[in-house]
């Protein structure tokens, strides 16, 4: 009897003084995570942009935007699209003589021939930093996984272009699509020769190399209103809504048109807005100008 009681003694101090061996060892601080590196900015990148079929004739614009970098201070050259796999393996190869930021740019045909430069160079564990597709031809292929932002402007019915290009499953980099069908002042053969679309390009192009790493890209897609001012987004972000925000007041926060909100949300532009929901809001790769840029050149026959 007297060594039960003992025993029973020692196994209740020892399920007291546990929980107090337990509190200390929660009670010990994590080490503190090591500060991430400093993002240090790029070299400038390299920029080859391709003409569309008859591209003398029809993709001139192409010849003004590789005016436009140079003059910028960029190595912007202008090819043919028929040269497309020669071509893409000189940017293989140059970026494996010193790596630099990869930026395609095709009109047409040459919306497609970006895609399959993109595609090459993903073979080769090679990143590209920027593609931008203006009306490219409907049987371009989907954007690859090394592609790390993707911009394309298009009209979802013309003939001679019309490409909806899409990204592959899995693809987490930025992505804006602009359907530019109902602005009547747009065709295939003067979408590229547009002088803001110009500006906005040069812009980005002289971002890109200082902008760090952004995480959780959210995809664009628009049908752009006609007649309507457009600006090459990069991607969306999400944003929570606090008490008392609206469709209108966030829009105006972030300097966007509502009509991007309602279409990024599908929500209406006047859609009552819970706190703690988010909402869709397309950003600029850079702080946009005060004006914005207007995506049509001067009136022409549209065919």
């Avoid at 309602?262 to 004006?291: D, F, K, Y």
Wanted: aromatic share 6%; net charge neutral.
């Amino acid at each position: 009897m007297l060594a039960a009681v003992a025993l029973l003694a020692l196994s209740t101090g020892a399920a007291v003084a546990s929980p107090a061996k337990s509190k200390a060892t929660a009670a010990a601080p994590a080490p503190a995570a090591p500060p991430p590196p400093p993002f240090e900015p790029l070299p400038p990148p390299k920029i080859y942009l391709f003409r569309g079929a008859m591209g003398p004739i029809f993709s001139t614009g192409m010849d003004r935007l590789g005016e436009k970098l140079t003059q910028a201070g960029f190595a912007a050259d202008v090819y043919e699209f028929t040269l497309c796999r020669l071509i893409g393996g000189r940017v293989i190869s140059s970026y494996k003589e010193k790596a630099a930021p990869i930026v395609l740019v095709g009109h047409s045909m040459g919306g497609l021939c970006s895609i399959v430069i993109s595609e090459m160079a993903a073979k080769e564990n090679i990143p590209i930093s920027l593609v931008i597709a203006i009306d490219p031809a409907h049987a371009t292929g989907d954007v690859p996984l090394n592609v790390e932002r993707f911009i394309n402007i298009f009209l979802s019915d013309s003939v001679l272009g019309g490409g909806d290009v899409v990204a592959v499953p899995g693809y987490r980099g930025h992505y804006a699509s602009y359907d530019l069908k109902e602005n009547s002042r747009v065709s295939h053969i003067n979408i590229e020769k547009s002088d803001d679309i110009h500006r906005q390009i040069v812009e980005m192009v002289t971002q890109l190399p200082r902008i760090p790493p952004q995480a959780d890209a959210v995809p664009l897609r628009y049908l752009v209103p006609a007649d309507t001012l457009v600006e090459l987004w990069d991607s969306g972000v999400r944003v929570p809504v606090r008490r008392g925000d609206t469709m209108e007041s966030i829009a105006a926060a972030n300097r966007v048109p509502l009509w991007t909100l309602a279409q990024s949300n599908s929500l209406a532009e006047n859609a009552q807005l819970t706190p703690g929901q988010t909402i869709i809001v397309p950003r600029h790769l850079t702080p946009p100008e005060p004006a914005a840029a207007m995506a049509t050149p001067p009136p022409a026959g549209r065919k």
